[in-house]
């Protein structure tokens, strides 16, 4: 087959495409030239400049695979690629060790003043008093994400003799304590670490997630690094807070905008900058580029990729009968991961009554998106959802069955963290989805964008209390649930709102006589 090298790709890549297959190295032409060439090949492989739109997919009628040799697929047309049968690969592993190797690269650099130094003698200048570093031995390390790249931080760490705390909503106790890590939450990392480490991808959530509220809380004798995504942190905040010396230094590697000029963070003191640069060592682009290679390979040659970023087609009939099902499952599972709050170690789903009748592969997938959506950059779907959910730590089984009780088809997540079990269930109903059951709890519920659930005793007016909190804040609520185990018992109930609930609104709610917990969901659902 043939394959159509658009950008400079490692020597080694190219050699194992050539292993097999004819390939043409055609780097630097233009948009209407690649338009023009593009339907006389079965595979691509890109890197991050050429733009494979929906155009350029549809003009590759031999197309059968895209690879992009990096990590993010952002320059592809993923739904494009999934309509038009053509899967689409990338190599999210090949830079972990360069991007981790980095990040210490910054914090030693911080931690001994080596570029303000360097800048110094360069001048002619021989001030050392003036460029008196720390140790970092004992320092404690405070890693924001414990994916491939947080982990292979800690385990540089731990030689470096640093103790470790870890933040991550989608790791256990136990599995942070296998990397020599205690597991806390995010405002005690800020308040406890010496060095601050980010390894979060950007999403709703983590936009913004250091402002100068957090930037407060650090010590001030503490770093700050970012080899993450630019815009987790808000560099505008961070600058002024170089400036107040409110914390002892920053390393940034990635910004909201790049190059990143006018960036207030170009004029800071104290922070050592370099221009994206994570991934960017001669062994991760052979790493990467052969990571891409082998799996275009494979799917060339009719194998399954293992990090294919987009799901396969499937029959119509199938791909009729669970369209609904797969928002459905997406937001059952976004709901189950507000819901548990902490570590997720394994996830059962199950698929009742006539859907089971079909390949519901896509369903767990859909599920396993929703959960793990805030805590990966990876695309999660029919091909790595279950390599996605194995390096998590995730355990998933799927079943299915044809006994759906009262409900034509009923979908069910059950998930297991910490030795307890969070079930919740869904249906479409009149076409449109509904929660019908979470943990023992029965209920009939549209999911909306912004909810508000609630475990309290119940006792007469608690629902009016709750209203009343919510009317004072100007929170407007739409509909409403209520089910509870026994008169005068334990009650759960369920809010779909026009807005969210601001944390001051929630805190009055969780102090209210009878109320045993609060969550403030957000589904993902309509236009916010």
Known sequence: MRILVAEPLAAEGIAVLRERHDVDERA?????????????????????????????????????????????????????ATRAGVTVVNAPTGNTIAAAEHTLALLYALARNVSAAEASLRRGEWKRAQFTGVELRGKTLGIVGFGKIGQAVAARAQAMEMPLLVSDPYVTSEQAAL???????????????DVVSLHVPKTRTT?????????????????????????????????????????????????????????PL????????TPHLGASTAEAQVRVAVEAAQQVVDVLEGRSARYAVNAPLLTPETARAIAPYVPLAETLGSFLAQY?????????????????????????????????????????????????????????????????????????LRAGSGGR?????????AGEPRIVRIDDYRLDMEPVTWMLMTSHRDRPGMVGRIGAVLGEAD???????????????DALMLLALDDTVPDAVAARIRALDAILDVWVLHLGRGDA
């Open 421 to 429: 079990t969070s079930t919740i269930a869904g249906t479409i109903g």
């Open 207 to 263: 936009a913004g997630m250091i402002g100068a509220a957090e930037l407060a809380r650090m010590k001030p004798t503490a770093f700050l690094l970012n080899v993450a995504r630019g815009g987790v942190v808000d560099e505008v905040a961070l600058a002024e807070a170089l400036a107040a010396g409110t914390i002892a230094g920053a390393a940034v590697d990635v910004f909201a905008a790049e190059p990143p000029v006018g960036s």
């Open 266 to 273: 170009l004029e800071a003191p104290h922070a050592v900058l």
């Open 475 to 489: 929170v407007n609520i739409s509909a409403m649930t209520l089910a509870r185990s026994a008169p005068r018992a």
């Open 179 to 193: 990397h020599g890590a205690e597991l806390v939450s995010l405002d005690e990392i800020l308040t406890r670490a």
């Open 340 to 412: 548990v709050r902490g570590g997720i170690d394994s996830l059962a789903v199950q698929v009742s009554g006539e859907l089971a009748e079909h390949d519901c592969s896509q369903v767990a997938a859909a599920a396993l998106r929703g959960l793990l959506e805030e805590t990966t950059t990876e695309r999660v779907n029919l091909v790595n959802a279950a390599t996605i959910a194995k390096a998590r730590g995730i355990g998933v089984t799927e079943t299915r069955t044809s006994d759906a009780g009262a409900y034509a088809t009923l979908v069910t």
């Open 28 to 80: 630097g032409l233009s948009r209407d030239e690649y338009l023009a060439i593009i339907p006389d090949y079965d595979a691509l492989v890109v890197r991050s400049q050429v733009q494979v739109d929906a155009a350029m997919i549809a003009a590759g009628t031999r197309l059968a695979v895209i690879g992009r040799a990096g990590v993010g697929v952002d320059n592809v047309d993923l739904d494009a």
